[in-house]
């Protein structure tokens, strides 16, 4: 295969996931936070909740549908783009995304006309349920995808089939629970929750230092920091619980975040900084944090975490039990399986490794055909890019911690400060609306990027999985998402300015006159009760 087919479909791929992620994170939160304001407003029925609800909701919306439109055609790609990994392991990635299209994105296309257009069809008690509906549905969407992103991760319950040449579920209880998989889905969900909560604080920030829709924005701030502050601590819990499964099942991605060459004695230290230099194998100007690598990945003082070198040796090791995997598959398939008890044997002691023989494919037709030099090279490339994962993890982490001091700061503001907020505090949530996406599309980067060279972790290479196509058709395509996804995002910051401009528009009169009641309440002074025509 062509490389520069392989990388183009790479760049592809990655371009439409990372336009796509720019509007996951968003959706997923601020469906939450949507439902929990429009739950409180069927709690209290009072009128500033529902407006709330709706424009937060509005926003929602035009987040939602630019989402769904960048993300059909990702399911799309794989057909197109990566049609022998769709043969190779479509029987098990197939199901998930099957799963998600039938129930979740049903459930959301089916509920979201309703929230939207049942204000006045449906009693407050049903629409908030519906409005539940949406939010449960944006979020089991992210968690089937994930099942199926996280057996990319870590492929269990599946076996190989060597007459069908394709991989076979053998438990589609293990590729739910895959613990890999629920992890990145509860990290993942966190992430977007906290995206949600630092829009809603940067949006309802710039409202009060403009002094407009003050009773919004306040509550808003409330709502979004307490929501955030809950979480940032998620995403950091959860994040530690990631990388304690990765310790055990993508063992070159760890140490390709720590960057760390050469195994440690055990509990190995965690590198708050330094430069990777990857031809060296060396990491230049480290500093170290004693003990705190060795506690994160392994949760103990004894246990170690192995270091790039070592697994390169291991990896040798792999290929050449792949080799004999893949002789003894050839044997096989050219006897339809009416092979002896011992080549049977042999092949399903070595199977595991076969994905490993594939990666010599790069420099030879028939891996049993390789040279030693060829074995190494193989190996070598086991390694993915050291310098993009190291700095791609920091920088998400210390966005992370960051996260938590905001969240901490406003939740303290709004509930032992009379929500009397600073305007340095409300101009700085202003300037960092954008941060949570770049800690999304870090971790996303981090996560895909780290577990190159495979499609599927060990067990089927990039570079055997796409299709075959010719270097323009992906130059042609490729320059057409790009300019397709160009115009939609700025069709998507174009709709979320003017709105966000406009401001709450629904509702008006109904909020100002309970407010002005409200105040007089409080003042001990009383008004006529008006209601705003239908």
Same mark, same amino acid.
């Given at each position: 295969?062509?490389?520069?087919?392989?990388?183009?479909?790479?760049?592809?791929?990655?371009?439409?996931?990372? @336009?796509?992620?720019?509007?996951?994170?968003?959706t997923?939160?601020?469906?939450?936070?949507?439902?929990?304001?429009?739950?409180?407003?069927?709690?209290?029925?009072?009128p500033?909740?529902?407006?709330?609800?709706?424009?937060?909701?509005?926003?929602?919306?035009?987040?939602?549908?630019?989402?769904?439109?960048?993300?059909?055609?990702?399911?799309?790609?794989?057909?197109?783009?990566?049609?022998?990994?769709?043969? @190779?392991?479509?029987?098990?990635?197939g199901?998930?995304?099957?799963?998600? %299209?039938?129930?979740?994105?049903?459930?959301?296309?089916?509920?979201?006309?309703?929230?939207?257009?049942?204000?006045?069809?449906?009693?407050? #008690?049903? $629409?908030?349920?519906?409005?539940?509906?949406?939010?449960?549905?944006?979020?089991?969407?992210?968690?089937?995808?994930?099942?199926?992103?996280?057996?990319?991760?870590?492929?269990?319950? !599946?076996?190989?089939?060597?007459?069908?040449?394709?991989?076979?579920?053998?438990?589609f209880?293990?590729?739910?629970f895959?613990?890999?998989?629920? !992890?990145?889905?509860?990290?993942?969900?966190?992430?977007? @929750?906290?995206?949600?909560?630092?829009?809603?604080?940067?949006?309802?920030?710039?409202?009060?230092?403009?002094?407009?829709?003050?009773?919004?924005?306040?509550?808003?701030?409330?709502?979004?920091?307490?929501?955030g502050?809950?979480?940032?601590?998620?995403?950091?819990?959860?994040g530690d619980?990631?990388?304690?499964?990765?310790? $055990?099942?993508?063992?070159?991605?760890?140490?390709?975040?720590?960057?760390m060459w050469?195994?440690?004695?055990?509990?190995?230290?965690?590198? *708050?900084?330094?430069?990777?230099?990857?031809?060296?194998?060396?990491?230049?100007?480290?500093? $170290?944090?004693?003990?705190?690598?060795?506690?994160?990945?392994t949760?103990? *003082?004894?246990?170690?975490?192995?270091?790039?070198?070592?697994? #390169?040796? %291991?990896?040798?090791?792999r290929i050449?039990?792949?080799?004999?995997?893949?002789?003894?598959?050839?044997?096989?398939?050219?006897?339809?399986?009416?092979?002896s008890?011992?080549?049977?044997?042999?092949?399903?002691?070595?199977?595991?490794?076969?994905?490993?023989?594939?990666?010599?494919?790069?420099?030879?037709?028939?891996?049993?055909? !390789?040279?030693?030099?060829?074995?190494?090279?193989a190996?070598?490339?086991?390694?993915p890019?050291v310098?993009?994962?190291?700095?791609?993890?920091?920088?998400?982490?210390?966005?992370?911690?960051?996260?938590?001091?905001?969240?901490?700061?406003?939740?303290?503001?709004?509930?032992?400060?009379?929500?009397q907020?600073?305007?340095?505090?409300?101009?700085?949530?202003?300037?960092?609306?954008?941060?949570?996406?770049?800690?999304?599309?870090?971790?996303?980067?981090?996560?895909?990027?780290?577990?190159?060279?495979w499609?599927?972790?060990?067990? *089927?290479?990039?570079?055997?999985?796409?299709?075959?196509?010719?270097?323009?058709?992906?130059?042609?395509?490729?320059?057409?998402?790009?300019?397709? @996804?160009t115009?939609l995002?700025?069709?998507?910051? %174009? *709709?979320?300015?003017?709105?966000?401009?406009?401001?709450?528009?629904?509702?008006?009169?109904?909020?100002?006159?309970?407010?002005?009641?409200?105040?007089?309440?409080l003042?001990?002074?009383?008004?006529?009760?008006?209601?705003?025509?239908?």
């Amino acid at each position: 295969m062509d490389i520069g087919i392989v990388d183009l479909s790479r760049l592809q791929f990655a371009m439409t996931v990372m @336009y796509h992620f720019l509007f996951v994170p968003l959706t997923l939160g601020l469906s939450i936070i949507v439902a929990i304001m429009e739950t409180v407003y069927v709690m209290t029925n009072r009128p500033i909740w529902r407006q709330m609800t709706k424009f937060w909701g509005t926003l929602f919306g035009i987040n939602f549908v630019l989402g769904v439109a960048t993300g059909i055609t990702m399911e799309f790609q794989f057909g197109m783009n990566w049609s022998y990994y769709s043969h @190779y392991v479509g029987d098990i990635f197939g199901a998930p995304l099957a799963i998600e %299209g039938l129930m979740a994105f049903f459930m959301e296309a089916t509920f979201v006309g309703l929230m939207f257009f049942g204000w006045d069809k449906l009693s407050p #008690v049903k $629409h908030m349920v519906v409005t539940w509906l949406v939010a449960l549905g944006s979020n089991f969407s992210a968690l089937w995808i994930l099942i199926a992103n996280g057996w990319m991760q870590n492929p269990v319950g !599946a076996a190989f089939n060597p007459l069908t040449m394709r991989m076979e579920m053998t438990s589609f209880f293990d590729v739910v629970f895959n613990p890999v998989a629920q !992890a990145k889905f509860v990290h993942t969900v966190s992430a977007g @929750y906290v995206t949600a909560a630092v829009f809603v604080m940067g949006v309802s920030s710039w409202y009060m230092l403009k002094g407009r829709h003050f009773e919004l924005a306040r509550r808003s701030i409330a709502v979004a920091a307490a929501f955030g502050l809950a979480s940032a601590l998620s995403v950091v819990v959860l994040g530690d619980e990631s990388g304690y499964e990765t310790t $055990h099942n993508q063992k070159m991605k760890l140490a390709a975040m720590e960057a760390m060459w050469n195994t440690e004695p055990a509990p190995a230290s965690f590198t *708050l900084f330094g430069i990777p230099d990857q031809q060296a194998r060396e990491t230049k100007y480290a500093v $170290h944090i004693p003990w705190a690598m060795g506690l994160i990945g392994t949760r103990s *003082l004894t246990g170690q975490i192995e270091g790039i070198n070592q697994l #390169v040796k %291991g990896s040798e090791e792999r290929i050449k039990r792949g080799i004999i995997a893949y002789d003894d598959l050839l044997k096989i398939r050219e006897a339809k399986g009416d092979v002896s008890p011992e080549v049977k044997a042999q092949f399903n002691e070595n199977v595991g490794d076969l994905g490993y023989a594939y990666l010599l494919m790069r420099y030879v037709d028939d891996p049993r055909n !390789a040279t030693p030099a060829q074995i190494q090279q193989a190996a070598n490339d086991t390694v993915p890019t050291v310098w993009p994962i190291f700095w791609s993890f920091r920088i998400m982490v210390a966005l992370g911690f960051s996260f938590i001091a905001v969240m901490a700061y406003f939740f303290f503001v709004s509930n032992w400060r009379g929500m009397q907020y600073p305007r340095w505090a409300l101009r700085a949530a202003v300037w960092i609306i954008p941060t949570p996406w770049i800690a999304a599309e870090l971790g996303w980067f981090t996560a895909e990027f780290g577990r190159q060279p495979w499609t599927v972790d060990g067990v *089927l290479p990039t570079a055997l999985s796409v299709s075959h196509l010719s270097v323009g058709d992906l130059l042609v395509t490729l320059a057409g998402f790009i300019a397709l @996804y160009t115009v939609l995002f700025i069709i998507e910051m %174009g *709709l979320m300015v003017k709105f966000i401009k406009k401001g709450p528009y629904q509702d008006v009169e109904l909020t100002q006159d309970w407010q002005q009641r409200h105040e007089d309440r409080l003042s001990g002074r009383s008004s006529p009760v008006t209601m705003p025509a239908e």
